[in-house]
């Protein structure tokens, strides 16, 4: 498979967490997915938007990333989620089950949709419930 200029194979997670509100929860999420096991910024990994919905109470967090990294990312983010978010108080226009809603992982540069399950798969194993929505190429594939 052949890698991008910069040499990176990229795929990018919308993490949906159930907060908007409170800014500096939903910042501190983003940094947590930012930083390595070291507590530096990792180099390959950036937090493109953040969109927070009043009325929902909840935020799209757009993390891309080396395909590598961005299950350890996550990870990061989605356990940042769990101790900040507070279910007990959290209220919103729209139902949600946790502190994480939703971990769409999308492929991007050089990466494959079988690559984004793997990691959606990987993040299973360690107890995070992840979600991986497809485009019509799989059902494409599948008709043929």
Same mark, same amino acid.
């Given at each position: 498979?052949?890698?991008?200029? *910069? @040499?990176?194979?990229?795929? #990018?997670?919308? +993490? ?10 939903? %910042?501190? =999420? ?39 990294? *961005? @299950?350890?990312?996550?990870? #990061?983010?989605? +356990? ?10 959290? %209220?919103? =226009? ?8 939703l971990i769409p992982i999308y492929p991007l540069v050089d990466v494959g949709v079988e690559e984004c399950g793997a990691v959606a798969r990987s993040e299973r194993k360690l107890g995070v419930v992840c979600s991986l929505l497809i485009e019509t190429i799989s059902t494409d594939q599948?008709?043929?």
């Amino acid at each position: 498979m052949s890698s991008s200029r *910069l @040499g990176l194979r990229l795929a #990018a997670c919308l +993490l949906n967490i159930s907060e908007a509100r409170r800014k500096h929860i939903v %910042e501190n =999420i983003a940094k947590a997915a930012l930083l390595g096991k070291n507590g530096r910024k990792h180099p390959e990994v950036s937090v493109v938007s953040i969109f927070p919905d009043q009325d929902y109470n909840r935020s799209v967090i757009t993390i891309a990333a080396s395909v590598d990294e *961005l @299950g350890n990312s996550i990870l #990061a983010a989605c +356990l940042e989620s769990f101790q900040s978010v507070d279910m007990e108080v959290q %209220e919103g =226009i729209h139902p949600c089950l946790g502190a994480v809603a939703l971990i769409p992982i999308y492929p991007l540069v050089d990466v494959g949709v079988e690559e984004c399950g793997a990691v959606a798969r990987s993040e299973r194993k360690l107890g995070v419930v992840c979600s991986l929505l497809i485009e019509t190429i799989s059902t494409d594939q599948n008709s043929s």
